[in-house]
């Protein structure tokens, strides 16, 4: 049960595409597609904005993007806006209904 | 509207316990894997326990074996976590998450409803 890598910051300016990696093992993100991506504001509870690796819930917009390969998934974030600023966590199926999630990446709008 | 609503959280000295509430509301409450996340101060989250539909399923974090209990009461829409044997390393808002539901596929992994969270302070 250890974390996924993700890199404890990104940013980008308004407009611009910002893309967040997620590293696991082939016993976590490498072994399955339950590979789900979540957006927190300060003091507030985490948002689903990706599951399944590239799947989009209703309501959030298509600027945020999901992929994987191998033991790697990443969040790419396009036409960057103020709002999009936040903490984002990877997380990943681990077997035997366990789940892990990244360290966390926050994200910063120039 | 899906509505998930913590309570039970508080400070509690190094060795107590605690046990924390989720109020589940606004969806088939049994339908559904749920989930206990934690977060400390300041840092990352956590995936603490998580219970299948009918109860009959219950995982959890090395960390916390032997020393947390997930349960849920269908009839009453909640989800409980029982903590025992408290450490200062527990510290944290504990978050209750309903398991995402797709297609034919109920998922104890992938979380799409997020209650606000209780604060558990273990501390002397």
């Known amino acids: 049960q250890s974390a996924l890598t993700q890199p404890p910051s990104a940013s980008g300016s308004p407009g611009q595409s910002v893309a967040i990696s997620c590293t696991g093992t082939?016993?976590?993100?490498?072994?399955?597609?339950?590979v789900s991506w979540y957006q927190q504001h300060p003091g507030k509870a985490p948002k689903l904005m990706i599951f399944?690796?590239?799947k989009r819930p209703s309501g959030v917009p298509d600027r945020f993007s999901g992929s994987k390969s191998g033991n790697t998934a990443s969040l790419t974030v396009s036409g960057l806006q103020a709002e999009d600023e936040a903490d984002y966590y990877c997380?990943?199926?681990?077997?035997?209904?366990?789940?892990?999630f990244g360290g966390g990446t926050k994200l910063t709008v120039l | 509207e899906v509505q998930l609503v913590e309570s039970g959280g508080g400070l509690v000295q190094p060795g107590g316990s605690l046990r924390l509430s989720c109020a589940a509301s606004?969806?088939?409450?049994?339908?559904?894997?749920m989930s206990w996340v934690r977060q400390a101060p300041g840092k990352g989250l956590e995936w603490v326990a998580n219970i299948k539909q009918d109860g009959s399923g219950k995982y959890y974090v090395d960390s916390v074996k032997g020393r947390f209990t997930v349960s849920r009461d269908n009839a009453k829409n909640s989800l409980y976590l029982q903590m025992n044997s408290l450490r200062a390393e527990d510290t944290a808002g504990y978050y209750c998450?309903?398991?995402?539901?797709?297609?034919?596929?109920?998922?104890?992994?992938?979380?799409?409803?997020w209650g606000q969270g209780t604060l558990v302070t273990v501390s002397s």
């Open positions: 997380s990943s199926y681990a077997g035997n209904n366990s789940v892990t």
């Open positions: 998450a309903r398991g995402l539901n797709f297609g034919i596929s109920a998922h104890s992994s992938m979380f799409d409803y």
């Open positions: 082939s016993s976590d993100v490498g072994g399955y597609n339950y």
């Open positions: 399944e690796v590239s």
């Open positions: 606004g969806f088939t409450f049994g339908s559904h894997w």
